[in-house]
């Protein structure tokens, strides 16, 4: 298939969908520390949340992919000497993209998250708390399963960003679908085939993930009329 | 000092270059994509299956594959084809700029004709009975009533498509174009100094987008006052 580089591109596919899942993981953990700093009552604190969703959510992801790779990479080797570490200091692909993606991600899923949790009336955490409910009872029982529900929306068209925005990771040379189809094309001389090739491949991607999400917001919905127009 | 900000002075030029290139891409790009948008939402919210099924498979794809793809596939991948090498588009087609903006235009029209497609969805039903009850036949209705309250409505929510677009025009770079994102390339590989050369890039997006998300702000004022929530 594809003139034999059917195997690779399928290899970077797999390659894509794990950077992609594991850059959401980091994305959701930064993203939930984002908005509860946003939502914090301390003032820098908020200040600190609100200053990396605007800086962020205002600088191109290749920008911010180029300057976290080459850029990172480089104050990495700048300040190592001055620690006394002298070997050049070579960062892994793909933890470097994990992480990257992650940390735009985070502030993309900040604002999500914050909105979610402003969605939930007060007084639902105020009747946990007059029921006896600890504060971490009312935290996970009642405020995180309703958060849920309003964050998914949101949530699933930051996933179909990020897992699109991942084809840029291949521009600073991780091996993902994009860059196989890359390889493929150069070589064969058919480059419309090959990135044919991959964005039937991401349209897959999308569209599964499409299906799934539509699912959990089912389930998370239970309980919800929605306004019958 | 680990900071070397004096090649970037040196080379504010070339930046300030990179930030024409970058206007002049997103600007042709949007006039272009809002003028497919506009028929493209039409036929999205069309009964007619005939009219509406292309369009939405249209969106479909588009909105379903990385920008990046879609670049390469019209930049490099046309070339594949001896017919549009010999054809008379190919001074075009092999040109880096006209590539971008055509694969910019295209991807802005099918997000731009779903958020003119959900506003126009979104009409208050009575006026549109109202409109039926003067009289006025369907052109007139699209033209008088439907469009011109659906584009206003689709203000905030077509401010976020531009700064995506001014964002994804960053990609010009990639196909060799000197953008601002090109120019923080060229810096970084002749000077190696890739921090701050592309710590240089952020700002002037920051600044752009700010710009920019100010320029609604004050079209939405100005368009969309009757919408907003009463003052106390």
Redesign the interface.
């Known amino acids: 298939m594809l003139n034999g580089y059917g195997s690779t591109i399928l290899e970077g596919a797999w390659l894509t969908l794990m950077l992609a899942l594991s850059s959401v993981a980091v994305a959701i953990l930064l993203g939930l520390l984002g908005a509860a700093f946003r939502l914090s009552p301390v003032k820098w604190l908020a200040a600190l949340g609100e200053t990396y969703a605007t800086v962020i959510r205002g600088i191109p992801d290749l920008v911010l992919i180029l300057l976290i790779f080459y850029g990172g990479q480089d104050m990495v080797n700048r300040v190592a000497p001055m620690l006394g570490y002298d070997e050049y200091i070579d960062i892994n692909p793909f933890i470097a993209g994990v992480f990257t993606m992650g940390f735009i991600f985070g502030a993309y899923l900040s604002e999500t998250f914050r909105g979610a949790f402003m969605a939930i009336p007060k007084g639902q955490a105020e009747a946990g708390l007059a029921y006896g409910m600890s504060g971490a009872k009312v935290f996970f029982r009642i405020l995180v399963p309703q958060m849920i529900r309003f964050a998914i929306p949101g949530f699933t068209n930051n996933w179909l960003v990020l897992t699109k925005a991942t084809a840029l990771i291949s521009v600073v040379g991780l091996q993902d679908m994009m860059f196989k189809a890359k390889s493929a094309a150069d070589a064969t001389r058919e480059p419309f085939t090959f990135y044919l090739a991959v964005a039937a491949l991401y349209l897959v991607l999308t569209s599964v993930s499409l299906l799934a999400l539509r699912f959990l917001d089912k389930r998370y919905s239970v309980g919800t009329k929605a306004a019958d127009l | 000092m680990?900071f070397d900000y004096n090649v970037i002075w040196e080379n504010l030029p070339l930046y300030l270059g990179g930030v024409l290139v970058t206007l002049k891409l997103l600007l042709i790009a949007l006039a272009l994509g809002l003028a497919m948008a506009i028929p493209l939402g039409l036929m999205r919210v069309s009964k007619s299956q005939l009219l509406n099924f292309p369009a939405w498979l249209y969106t479909y794809?588009i909105r379903?594959?990385?920008?990046?793809?879609?670049l390469?596939?019209i930049y490099?991948?046309?070339?594949?084809?001896e017919a549009v090498r010999e054809g008379l588009l190919w001074p075009y087609l092999s040109d880096a700029t006209f590539c971008a903006i055509l694969a910019f235009a295209i991807n802005t029209s099918a997000y731009s004709a779903e958020i003119l497609a959900g506003s126009l969805r979104a009409t208050p039903h009575g006026e549109i009975e109202a409109a039926k009850a003067m009289g006025m036949s369907r052109a007139k209705l699209y033209r008088r009533i439907l469009l011109p309250s659906a584009l206003r409505r689709a203000l905030p929510q077509y401010s976020n498509e531009v700064i995506m677009m001014?964002?994804?025009?960053?990609?010009a770079?990639?196909v060799t174009l000197i953008d601002?994102?090109g120019a923080?390339?060229t810096v970084?590989s002749q000077h190696?100094?890739?921090?701050?050369?592309?710590?240089t890039?952020?700002a002037f997006?920051?600044v752009l987008?700010?710009i920019l998300v100010r320029l609604f702000k004050s079209a939405e004022r100005r368009w969309l006052v009757y919408l907003a929530p009463r003052k106390a």
Do not use: C, D, K, N
Request: cysteine-free.
């Open positions: 680990i794809v379903g594959t990385p920008m990046l793809v879609q390469f596939l490099y991948g046309l070339a594949q084809f001014l964002h994804t025009t960053s990609l770079s990639i601002i994102t923080a390339r970084s190696y100094l890739p921090f701050e050369a592309f710590i890039a952020g997006y920051l987008t700010f």
